[in-house]
């Protein structure tokens, strides 16, 4: 299901398009059956679409793969655009606002995507491009705020750590152990920006 996040920082169902309504296929695919049955076919199947309708949308599985990695990219920007507004008159904004997505995403990230980005990406690794020059975007303007870069790199470095254990189900922490971990890497990282 697509959330939409609203200034409260709650998530709530967005209305579906077509187009999203193939992602979410996509999506339930890879989480019932694994990455690897993610294609063309299956996701028309999946979305009650013709195999025309799936191709007018993403005319091949790389373009499904890269939206669904593009819709999560969107995903994680409008959670960090909605801490940094909360977070605007606080010295390196940016930076407490990455620690504050990475751990919401932790906590909400749909894995079954992550996983068939990555899948697909094993194969082809410029399907990564887009998440790439994302990172690439953040650290570019984390630097600009100043301060101990390589303080603020370890942190989110630490949160990363955290979210891909989750994402690739690796984590040998009980759900309440990660939030804790999760809680205090903020607590600190709220300290060490101070």
């Known amino acids: 299901m697509r959330l939409l996040y609203q200034p409260d920082g709650k998530a709530m169902p967005a209305p579906i398009s077509t187009r999203d309504a193939i992602l979410d296929a996509a999506q339930q695919i890879a989480a019932n059956k694994g990455a690897g049955h993610v294609t063309l076919d299956a996701v028309a199947k999946e979305s009650g679409l013709s195999k025309g309708g799936v191709l007018y949308h993403f005319p091949n599985k790389d373009s499904l793969i890269n939206s669904m990695l593009q819709r999560l ?7 960090q655009a909605l801490h940094e507004a909360e977070l ?6 940016t930076t407490r606002a990455l620690m504050r997505t990475q751990l919401t995403f932790c906590k909400d990230l749909p894995t079954e ?14 399907l990564l491009i887009p998440l790439r020059e994302y990172m690439d975007e953040l650290f570019q303007r984390i630097k600009a ?4 870069t390589d303080l603020k790199l370890l942190l989110w470095a630490a949160a990363d750590g955290l979210l891909f254990q989750n994402m690739l189900d690796i984590s040998p922490l009980e759900k309440s152990e990660r939030a804790r971990l999760n809680q205090r890497l903020l607590s600190l990282a709220e300290e060490l920006l101070s």
Do not use: C, F
């Open 88 to 93: 605007s008159s606080q010295a390196h904004n």
């Open 113 to 126: 995507v992550a996983l068939a980005v990555l899948t697909a990406s094993a194969e082809k690794p410029e």
């Open 145 to 148: 705020e100043g301060g101990d």
């Open 73 to 79: 990219i969107q995903q994680n920007r409008a959670v």
